[in-house]
């Protein structure tokens, strides 16, 4: 397995980064950590934490220079207000990218999620090539994002790997997380295979584990030789006793769940 010679994770003092933190050391030789908020102690193998603003542009740059893969999962992580939504994932993550390119290059893992694709039926399987269909602000803010990834790819040579990210928790909260769940440790495998790919493009990626309901199919992406290897499965039953779904509403119809179903955020 190769390492990244400098890794920067951003948005280190997140919740999912809180998961996959200490895996992390083993898939780089300097990890470097950063958010806005404290990160607390430095644990082993963690070379610096840098407290940095995403819409400081000049501070963005020094952040990533000399950094061979960026893990940015830094950002509004949930449905907010449209302006700040704007300034910390749009402004935010263009920054970053202008502060690679500057730079000179290095692989991105965009955290992206499936609200980018939530208002599509959950009938219907989708896959990377399925067009948008945000369900929220903050969804829409994940399409801004593949698309910026797409253009510095195509016109730069940047490379990202856009994860539409499903629910990365120890284990599922919901009956939908049932689908959706993805272990920490097949988000560990994840960034494993990015930095291994001898190419990698710029594909999005769902980001699952190997559950049994299966929403969001992979096949397209197969090159990168990513196979989720922990399930749901584990969890059979852990909802039987609630009350049965309504299979008219909307967070049970979409694939978005409560994001589909929510009112405007600012009314």
């Known amino acids: 397995m190769m390492k990244a010679k400098r890794m920067l994770v951003t948005g280190a003092a997140g919740g999912l980064v809180t998961l996959i933190r200490d895996g992390l050391p083993a898939l780089a030789n300097e990890l470097v950590l950063s958010d806005i908020l404290d990160m607390g102690e430095k644990r082993p193998g963690e070379t610096d934490h840098v407290l940095c603003d995403l819409e400081d542009a000049a501070a963005v740059a020094d952040l990533v220079k000399g950094c061979d893969v960026i893990l940015h999962f830094g950002g509004i992580s949930r449905e907010n207000t449209a302006d700040l939504i704007h300034r910390i994932n749009v402004v935010g993550l263009y920054n970053l990218y202008e502060g690679v390119r500057a730079a000179g290059g290095g692989r991105i893992l965009f955290a992206s999620s499936n609200h980018a694709i939530g208002f599509y039926p959950r009938e219907q399987q989708l896959t990377p ?24 790819w195509y016109k730069y040579g940047v490379e990202t790997m856009s994860v539409r990210i499903g629910s990365c928790f120890e284990k599922p909260m919901d009956r939908r997380m049932m689908a959706t769940w993805l272990s920490p440790g097949d988000m560990l495998r994840l960034i494993a295979r990015m930095i291994d790919a001898p190419r990698l493009g710029c594909p999005i990626v769902y980001g699952s584990s190997k559950n049994k309901q299966q929403w969001w199919d992979n096949t397209e992406v197969a090159y990168l030789g990513w196979e989720p290897e922990d399930s749901t499965e584990q969890f059979d039953g852990m909802f039987d006793h609630l009350p049965p779904d309504d299979p008219h509403d909307a967070a049970i119809v979409y694939h978005g769940g409560g994001f589909a179903k929510a009112g405007h955020f600012e009314d």
């Not at 602000?137 to 253009?151: D, F, I, R, T």
């Open 129 to 152: 090539s399925t067009p948008p269909r945000p369900d929220s602000n903050y969804g829409v803010s994940k399409v801004y994002g593949e698309a910026l990834a797409q253009l510095y």
